[in-house]
């Protein structure tokens, strides 16, 4: 993928910025859209200018082929840089790197279905890596708040992916500069939370066992021990993925229900969280 000088892409920020009025299509930023098999891939270009290269791989779909998961991408201008911060989990910790405003949006319509998870990935050059990177992937309901989703950073020049239960989403990268620790709690209570709440579709003897294996992984958290956490959550995923489909709802489409795919859900956020772990694991 081709280098954008920043000043080029400033050039391009502004020109997109003036077509936000009805809300930047300008394109509406995917062009090549392309299937093989249980996996998209598409470029981000706006104004003329590339500016990421995303990839989309399910475990089992149904329906996907281009056009049908809807996707858009478009540059935020500095007023809605400022809307968005209040849908970021730390306003002053967490913010959108200028040299990449992005807003990639995924709407998928009638007819997609997908089973477990699927891995987001984006590729920019824009922006750069290094192993203790602030740079994350942050995900959430279509104007709804961001959380930190990364699974996966690798060079590139930035390389990031998030695995995810569900679609209608929308996606940016941002810089978080909260302290791991602080990250993993946060994550692990979503988890805690994600179980909880879908504790009525699960069944009891599969919810029980998750339970108990949950309340290990917090337990090794709260301790100090991210090695013995991460082996602990690797079992609750392994676990999640035993009990998935007649245990556990795993299937998402566009009109079901939001506890339909609850193994999805729940192996989605152990990914993240074991990314973090990882991280404190390593001191990075």
């Excluded at 281009?66 to 840089?81: D, I, Q, V, W």
């Excluded at 569900?166 to 179980?195: C, N």
């Excluded at 079992?235 to 999805?264: M, Q, Y």
């Amino acid at each position: 993928m081709k280098t954008v000088p920043r000043t080029t892409l400033w050039v391009a920020f502004a020109v997109a910025s003036l077509l936000i009025v009805p809300a930047v299509q300008a394109g509406p930023g995917i062009v090549d859209e392309q299937v093989d098999g249980n996996t998209l891939e598409a470029r981000v270009v706006i104004a003329g200018l590339e500016l990421a290269e995303l990839t989309i791989e399910f475990e089992d779909v149904t329906g996907l082929e281009p056009g049908a998961l809807g996707l858009s991408a478009r540059l935020l201008n500095p007023f809605e840089l400022l809307l968005l911060v209040p849908r970021l989990p730390d306003g002053v910790l967490t913010s959108i790197p200028p040299e990449l405003p992005l807003l990639l949006t995924v709407s998928p319509g009638p007819g997609f279905e997908m089973r477990g998870t699927a891995t987001v990935s984006l590729h920019t050059e824009l922006l750069p890596y290094s192993p203790g990177t602030p740079l994350r992937l942050f995900g959430s309901p279509i104007n709804g708040t961001f959380e930190d989703v990364t699974a996966t950073t690798d060079a590139g020049s930035y390389r990031v992916g998030g695995r995810r239960p569900v679609f209608m989403q929308q996606y940016t990268i941002a810089s978080d500069m909260r302290a791991d620790e602080v990250v993993a709690e946060s994550k692990l209570d979503i988890l805690d939370t994600i179980l909880a709440q879908r504790a009525s579709v699960i069944d009891p003897g599969v919810l029980g066992d998750l339970t108990v294996r949950a309340a290990a992984v917090r337990s090794a958290v709260e301790g100090g021990d991210p090695d013995v956490a991460i082996a602990e959550l690797d079992e609750f995923s392994a676990a999640v993925v035993a009990g998935s489909g007649e245990g556990i709802p795993d299937v998402w489409a566009p009109s079901a229900s939001p506890v339909a795919n609850a193994a999805g859900e729940l192996r989605s956020q152990a990914a993240t969280l074991r990314y973090t772990l990882v991280r404190i694991d390593q001191g990075l």
